[in-house]
């Protein structure tokens, strides 16, 4: 309770920066060790979700960080609440989305007893925070909390853990709030501009290649219109496939995991590679085998936000230290070559992209995901919103699904399982009228499966498809790859996945043949409810183009990979 005085708890304090700095959702799972800040929530603004699980909480915070480009936040208890919540704090690490994670502590005078729960929050996040700290006098919140802003939005975004000692939060004093912080903008200076006119001008087979964080949707508006003045192919790169309209003229994929082999083979003999706002890190390069390390056998342009990344993997011919919202209002003043000598490249790009997801491919079994992509790309509105977790059953969204708009693809580039429902979560918080659709594994889906009780309890009814193979699909794919014939640990014996929509208050449908699947999705709609379907799928369509038979085959004809060589037997 706030006194007459005006002075406040650390608690209040804390709540009261929150909204200063425009937040508008938080999710936690609840502690005793930060109370009083849970109190200061009581009668705020700031809608508190309260989740099942802590890693849930942090995707939930990470995803909203990640679309809204404004740190996502998120609430935990000390120790084992912090460790659960450790996998939002690393995928937003590698996604470069900004976040705040304020954690439970145990009281000051306790401190390095090891008391109940008690953690190093600076050592244990030492590495996997872009900032890890504890707030030892109340009177320093403001200050502490407008850095972590700062921070987690500015240069290449990150996570920032902040840990709350417990009687911190509930001491009183009389201290002035900060003002809302702001998000720098990093120009590109003039030069740089003029030297990528340049290179632009002499360029015979220049692509795009776009990622990372610090986009908005006008900033991918403005790159749509210099992709058409310039004729120039644009591919988005690992689970970034809401930065540009699948069906823009210029638009030449997806470079994540099983890419178009064209457009590999497109970047690879690319004179001029622009990469815009990403790393170009292990995934989208497969392997780092696409572009040579260090010095690239194409001229590179790199723009990235944060100007430790510029030069730290590949050498740069033209390194540009700027937010790709700010770098792709200044394309809008390049001028494009009255001679266009790449015209037609990019018509050519997106047609490789539109034959290589055009028709499902064939798979063994009577449900096929690539045709159940296709049934959603021609049937969902273009602001839908698909969100992924980790698994062989992401393949079919990336090549078959066409994603048309800033925010409706949201995956982990970090490839941490149980992303997709914890991210529809808050999407659906996010866009209430926009229709939301996990796409998971049956692997993927029990990692964070808990907090389907929560899309219920927010009345969030966002529809889960679960690719139900029975197996952890792709190491049994790596494998039978490696070590052929040799199944361990990969089977998966599975619930009843519609009994368990049913059981949380859901509504839940089965698919076992691909034509069933329009109406169970027209019946998931008209609930109105949180649903899940349950896809039946053949553990055989391991790929859209392989059979785990197949694999193990390629594997005992070409001498039995890892398991069976010589080198691993001695
Ligand atoms: C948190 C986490 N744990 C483990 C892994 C390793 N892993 C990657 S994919 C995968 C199997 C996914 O299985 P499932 O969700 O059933 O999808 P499928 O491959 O069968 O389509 C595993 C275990 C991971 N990426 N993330
Ligand atoms: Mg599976």
């Not at 929150?18 to 930060?34: K, Q, T």
């Not at 002035?176 to 120009?187: C, G, K, N, V």
């Not at 360029?203 to 610090?214: C, E, N, T, Y």
Request: aromatic share 8%; glycine share 10%; with cysteine.
């Amino acid at each position: 309770m706030r006194g007459k005085d005006n002075a406040r708890t650390g608690g209040e304090i804390l709540i009261d920066q929150l909204a200063i700095h425009g937040v508008r959702y938080a999710f936690c799972v609840p502690g005793e060790s930060y109370l009083a800040a849970l109190d200061a929530f009581y009668g705020s603004n700031i809608k508190l979700i309260v989740c099942r699980h802590e890693s849930s909480a942090a995707i939930m915070a990470e995803a909203i960080g990640k679309i809204t480009g404004r740190p996502g936040i998120c609430f935990v208890t000390r120790g084992p609440g912090a460790t659960n919540a450790s996998a939002g704090v690393h995928i937003a690490r590698q996604d470069s989305s900004p976040m705040i994670v304020f954690v439970g502590q145990v009281a000051r005078e306790m401190r390095e007893r090891e008391a109940f729960q008690e953690l190093d929050y600076r050592a244990v996040f030492g590495t996997m925070a872009k900032w890890a700290t504890e707030i030892d006098d109340p009177a320093r919140i403001p200050e502490i909390v407008s850095r972590a802003f700062h921070i987690a939005c500015n240069g290449r975004p990150g996570p920032v853990v902040i840990a709350l000692p417990e009687d911190m939060l509930s001491e009183r004093v009389s201290v002035p709030d900060a003002t809302a912080f702001q998000l720098a903008e990093i120009w590109p200076g003039a030069p740089d501009m003029d030297r990528l006119q340049l290179l632009l001008r002499t360029a015979k087979s220049p692509i795009a290649l776009i990622g990372g964080s610090r986009w908005a949707e006008d900033a991918t508006a403005a790159l749509m219109r210099f992709a058409q003045r310039f004729a120039l192919p644009v591919a988005t790169t690992f689970r970034r496939g809401h930065l540009f309209d699948a069906l823009h003229p210029c638009y030449a994929g997806d470079l994540g995991i099983g890419p178009n082999p064209r457009l590999l083979a497109r970047v690879k003999s690319a004179d001029l590679v622009l990469l815009i706002g990403g790393r170009f890190s292990e995934m989208p390069s497969q392997s780092y085998s696409v572009i040579d390390i260090p010095e690239p056998q194409m001229k590179l342009v790199h723009v990235h936000p944060g100007a430790e990344e510029l030069g730290r993997v590949y050498h740069p011919h033209l390194a540009i230290n700027a937010t790709p919202t700010a770098f792709c209002s200044e394309l809008e003043k390049l001028q494009a070559p009255e001679k266009i000598t790449w015209r037609g490249e990019s018509d050519t790009a997106h047609a490789d992209y539109l034959a290589w997801g055009d028709k499902a491919t064939p798979v063994p079994g009577a449900v096929n995901l690539g045709e159940i992509m296709v049934w959603l790309r021609e049937n969902l509105p273009h602001d839908a919103i698909v969100t992924q977790g980790a698994g062989n059953f992401s393949g079919w969204v990336h090549r078959f699904y066409r994603v048309r708009k800033f925010g409706g693809l949201v995956g982990g580039t970090s490839g941490s399982m149980g992303y997709g429902l914890p991210a529809a979560v808050a999407m659906q918080t996010l866009y209430p009228e926009r229709i939301v659709i996990c796409v998971s594994g049956d692997g993927d889906f029990l990692m964070t499966g808990q907090d389907f009780a929560t899309a219920i309890q927010y009345e969030l009814p966002v529809i889960v498809l679960v690719a139900d193979n029975g197996i952890y699909g792709t190491i049994r794919m790596h494998q039978e790859r490696e070590y052929p014939g040799r199944v361990i640990a990969t089977g998966l014996r599975n619930p009843d996945f519609v009994a368990y929509a049913l059981a949380f208050g859901g509504y839940g449908a089965v698919v076992e043949k691909t034509a069933e699947f329009p109406a169970a999705f027209a019946a998931a709609r008209a609930s109105g409810k949180p649903s899940i379907i349950h896809l039946k799928i053949d553990p055989e369509a391991i790929t859209p183009t392989a059979t785990l038979t197949g694999i193990r085959e390629k594997a005992l004809a070409g001498g039995g990979g890892k398991g069976k060589s010589e080198t691993h037997r001695g």
